[in-house]
């Protein structure tokens, strides 16, 4: 099943919901896949996605302050702890997470996955502590980097901070000043790049690896215009090429009678169609078919902060 994920993001002391979309025609409607009774494994804090891969969900007791995850499959209710980070976060906001499981005996239909880590780089620095954990080992191990250029990221609850995928080991963050964040687990190395001028969004964007591709996503006003990157991941000097540019105010007229002031809060593309999107407008979940230029509304939540996930919802269980 293939659909996104969507959960609040405000401060709030009961458990947020996790409500599962599905993007099949016949079945948009919300289904509720994470409530109370499918995480009382913890029985007490918060339970927030951190991260999505492979069907797997990443997890966290904290919105800040994150050192406890849980990785978690919601098909079979399965999870697993992990053990607590050997650093201390002590930044406002959540660290910057990478999370990526893969399938190693198709057989047996068990994964093993890794976690990357590091925290907020509010001033500019010249290097930083990567910490990794691995399923194999259940250990998290520490490396520190010297930059080749000094860098700042800054991440926070409003934007994902995990990474959007993972391409030939290496992991792409985007951050709260417009800059691309890559980590290269094979060379380790850690680097940012700016976006392009024409690239530049002022009413949400979002990445996405689809078909072992880079893609970025930018909204302004009415236009959505996605690009893909065509040169290496590991190339110092991106090539970022649009692939089209659409206009949604024909398909949303029906849901934005407020006109094109209505607030983009987040963006997410459909898994495995680049031309399909999901946005929050004031709190609505909209999908917009860029190519048939029609959009639904799927869910209207009021005005609360979201963040949509892409996921892929396995019909078999996997097991950790």
């Known amino acids: 099943?293939?659909?996104?994920?969507?959960?609040?993001?405000?401060?709030?002391?009961?458990?947020?919901?996790?409500?599962?979309f599905s993007s099949s025609t016949t079945s948009s409607s919300s289904q509720l896949v994470i409530?109370?009774?499918?995480?009382?494994?913890?029985?007490r804090g918060l339970y927030i996605i951190i991260a999505s891969s492979n069907g797997?969900?990443?997890?966290?007791?904290e919105l800040r302050y994150q050192r406890a995850y849980y990785v978690y499959n919601p098909a079979t209710r399965q999870h697993l702890s992990v053990p607590v980070t050997p650093i201390t976060s002590c930044v406002t906001f959540a660290a910057g997470i990478g999370f990526h499981c893969k399938v190693d005996?198709?057989?047996?239909?068990?994964?093993?996955?890794?976690?990357?880590?590091?925290?907020?780089?509010?001033?500019?620095v010249s290097s930083v502590t990567i910490e990794s954990f691995s399923s194999k080992t259940n250990m998290w191990s520490t490396i520190d980097i010297t930059l080749d250029v000094p860098i700042s990221v800054i991440l926070h609850r409003w934007t994902k901070s995990a990474s959007y995928g993972v391409i030939d080991g290496v992991f792409c963050w985007f951050d709260a000043l417009s800059q691309f964040i890559f980590y290269d687990t094979v060379n380790t190395r850690l680097w940012a790049l700016q976006l392009n001028p024409e690239m530049y969004a002022f009413d949400g964007q979002c990445l996405g690896?689809?078909?072992?591709?880079?893609?970025y996503a930018s909204c302004n006003e009415a236009d959505i215009t996605l690009w893909y990157l065509e040169s290496n991941i590991r190339s110092q000097d991106a090539v970022w090429v649009r692939k089209y540019t659409a206009n949604l105010t024909d398909a949303l007229v029906n849901y934005c009678p407020w006109g094109l002031e209505a607030d983009v809060e987040s963006l997410d593309f459909h898994p495995a169609n680049l031309?399909?999107?999901?946005?929050?407008?004031n709190g609505r979940i909209i999908s917009f078919d860029s190519e048939k230029n029609i959009a639904e509304l799927l869910y209207d939540f009021g005005q609360r902060d979201h963040l949509l996930f892409s996921y892929e919802w396995h019909q078999w269980p996997r097991l950790l």
């Open 1 to 20: 099943m293939i659909g996104f994920l969507c959960q609040v993001r405000d401060f709030v002391k009961e458990i947020p919901e996790v409500h599962f």
């Open 275 to 281: 031309h399909i999107f999901y946005l929050n407008i």
């Open 209 to 215: 690896v689809l078909g072992g591709d880079l893609y």
């Open 105 to 124: 005996d198709p057989e047996k239909d068990a994964i093993s996955f890794t976690i990357v880590r590091f925290e907020n780089l509010y001033d500019l």
């Open 35 to 43: 409530d109370d009774e499918s995480v009382n494994f913890l029985g």
């Open 56 to 61: 797997f969900l990443l997890m966290a007791e």
